[in-house]
């Protein structure tokens, strides 16, 4: 494990980051697409959303804000 502190990461490792941890939630089978839309390096802050399957097989999304 490793953090980053005072760089900006980059983007391939945020969505690694981002589908390990959706992937930790309980229901969650499947990331199947993490998309940001703004990555803003001063604050850190980003947006976009990531999107699932659940184990029982229905698809959904939660916004990233």
């Known amino acids: ?3 980053t502190l ?8 945020l969505k690694a980051r981002l589908r390990r941890a959706a992937l930790l939630v309980d229901d969650v089978k499947e990331v199947t697409k993490i ?3 703004s990555f803003d ?3 850190r802050q980003l947006t976009g ?6 184990k029982e097989g229905e698809n959904g999304s ?3 804000w």
Do not use: H, N, Y
């Open 6 to 13: 005072g760089k900006t990461p980059a983007l391939s490792v």
């Open 1 to 3: 494990f490793m953090i």
């Open 49 to 54: 959303d990531i999107q699932f399957t659940s």
């Open 41 to 43: 390096t001063t604050s």
């Open 62 to 64: 939660i916004e990233l």
């Open 35 to 37: 998309e940001i839309q």
